[in-house]
């Protein structure tokens, strides 16, 4: 992956949506029972504006049904769902209009917050509208007015959930057909924080004015154990895009953001920097050092610190002292910054931890800007 991340973005391979994928199946298979004959490709028309053309793996023709397949591929930005077998299987019904659901691997909407509304197949409003539109589109071709059943499957969809956050966002059993643009670009982070905002959403539909943010899954792990009174809805992993996440938060009206992460990203944190990510601003060694000098270090600390070659080094160095007041007084700074940011209204705690899991330091409760 590394490697990858280091590609010319303009060599890089975009990729096709779960939504792509599906209405792409779908086409075909609504070909295939109007005329009988197994479809080999479909052409689809994508929200970005272009057509593009899928390979059909397998079509089956069983009756008044059709069942074809498609492999999703990501790109170069592989994520969960890259290779994962989507089928679309349409039939003709009494009722005039399209009715379409999930089948096997389609996860199920049980929380409020998603776009999807609560019972219904985890299928996205862009995908919803694109496999309607090309339902009609194809009747009208073929000059055919009879309602249509279109069911969505992914076979191993459940399986391929667990990696998601679907259990955590209340989607059960199986995967979300998504996308809003038909491709997926390489590395955007575009995806991660819709990602995000889908998890503040499910968090604030289901009553909690309380999340705790964390920037990965091991920080999550403790925070999990710091705040074990919270649901698990109220637990977000936010990545790098911490001003991001937060904004979000304040604008939903949620009350209270707990930080949870490491030496690394939250020095960058502390010093004002909203964006986490290692290619972001650096850490600033001077900062660390003054804060060093805020809570009485030795100017032989000091030294140390401005000379540092990391923010975990610092630590270290902060850890060998025994000066708890310096990481509790970095986790103030945390909070300050993030409250500058999004300029006050909220109340921040802020816990560091060591990537053994032993708590470094925290502030709780702070709600104003110096």
């Given at each position: 992956?590394?490697?990858?991340?280091?590609?010319?973005?303009?060599?890089?391979?975009?990729?096709?949506?779960?939504?792509?994928?599906?209405?792409?199946?779908?086409?075909?298979?609504?070909?295939?029972?109007?005329?009988?004959?197994?479809?080999?490709?479909?052409?689809?028309?994508?929200?970005?504006?272009?057509?593009?053309?899928?390979?059909?793996?397998?079509?089956?023709?069983?009756?008044?049904?059709?069942?074809?397949?498609?492999?999703?591929?990501?790109?170069?930005?592989?994520?969960?769902?890259?290779?994962?077998?989507?089928?679309?299987?349409?039939?003709?019904?009494?009722?005039?209009?399209?009715?379409?659901?999930?089948?096997?691997?389609?996860?199920?909407?049980?929380?409020?917050?998603?776009?999807?509304?609560?019972?219904?197949?985890?299928?996205?409003?862009?995908?919803?509208?694109?496999?309607?539109?090309?339902?009609?589109?194809?009747?009208?071709?073929?000059?055919?007015?009879?309602?249509?059943?279109?069911?969505?499957?992914?076979?191993?969809?459940?399986?391929?959930?667990?990696?998601?956050?679907?259990?955590?966002?209340?989607?059960?059993?199986?995967?979300?057909?998504?996308?809003?643009?038909?491709?997926?670009?390489?590395?955007?982070?575009?995806?991660?924080?819709?990602?995000?905002?889908?998890?503040?959403?499910?968090?604030h539909a289901t009553g909690n004015d309380h999340v705790v943010m964390t920037t990965g899954g091991r920080s999550e792990r403790?925070?999990?154990?710091?705040?074990?009174?919270?649901?698990?809805?109220?637990?977000?992993?936010?990545?790098?895009?911490?001003?991001?996440?937060?904004?979000?938060?304040?604008?939903?009206?949620?009350?209270?953001?707990?930080?949870?992460?490491?030496?690394?990203?939250?020095?960058?944190?502390?010093?004002?920097?909203?964006?986490?990510?290692?290619?972001?601003?650096?850490?600033?060694?001077?900062?660390?050092?003054?804060?060093?000098?805020?809570?009485?270090?030795?100017?032989?600390?000091?030294?140390?610190?401005?000379?540092?070659?990391?923010?975990?080094?610092?630590?270290?160095?902060?850890?060998?002292?025994?000066?708890?007041?310096?990481?509790?007084?970095?986790?103030?700074?945390?909070?300050?910054?993030?409250?500058?940011?999004?300029?006050?209204?909220?109340?921040?705690?802020?816990?560091?931890?060591?990537?053994?899991?032993?708590?470094?330091?925290?502030?709780?409760?702070?709600?104003?800007?110096?």
């Open positions: 992956m590394e490697k990858k991340n280091k590609k010319d973005p303009s060599q890089m391979r975009h990729g096709y949506t779960t939504g792509a994928c599906a209405t792409a199946c779908t086409k075909a298979a609504l070909t295939a029972l109007i005329t009988g004959e197994a479809q080999e490709t479909a052409t689809i028309h994508l929200p970005i504006g272009r057509d593009v053309t899928f390979t059909i793996e397998k079509s089956t023709i069983s009756g008044e049904s059709v069942s074809c397949e498609t492999i999703k591929d990501g790109g170069d930005d592989p994520d969960a769902t890259h290779g994962a077998l989507i089928v679309s299987t349409v039939s003709w019904q009494e009722e005039s209009g399209i009715y379409l659901d999930g089948g096997v691997g389609v996860g199920r909407v049980t929380k409020p917050g998603l776009p999807v509304a609560v019972g219904e197949a985890a299928i996205n409003p862009v995908p919803r509208k694109m496999l309607y539109s090309t339902v009609e589109e194809t009747l009208s071709d073929f000059n055919i007015k009879r309602g249509v059943k279109v069911i969505i499957s992914v076979p191993d969809g459940e399986k391929i959930a667990k990696n998601t956050l679907n259990g955590r966002l209340g989607i059960i059993g199986g995967i979300s057909i998504l996308g809003t643009r038909g491709t997926v670009v390489p590395f955007s982070s575009s995806a991660y924080r819709a990602s995000v905002v889908e998890a503040i959403s499910v968090a403790y925070a999990m154990q710091q705040y074990k009174g919270l649901p698990k809805e109220a637990f977000i992993e936010m990545g790098d895009f911490v001003g991001f996440a937060i904004k979000h938060c304040k604008r939903l009206g949620i009350k209270r953001i707990s930080l949870v992460g490491m030496m690394g990203k939250f020095s960058k944190v502390a010093q004002g920097v909203m964006m986490v990510h290692s290619k972001s601003k650096p850490v600033n060694f001077e900062f660390l050092a003054q804060l060093a000098r805020d809570v009485d270090a030795p100017e032989e600390i000091v030294k140390q610190v401005t000379e540092a070659n990391t923010a975990s080094h610092v630590g270290e160095i902060m850890l060998e002292t025994g000066n708890q007041k310096f990481f509790n007084h970095l986790c103030e700074a945390c909070c300050m910054s993030s409250l500058k940011h999004v300029k006050g209204g909220l109340i921040m705690d802020t816990s560091i931890y060591s990537m053994k899991g032993e708590l470094l330091g925290r502030a709780d409760g702070i709600d104003t800007v110096d």
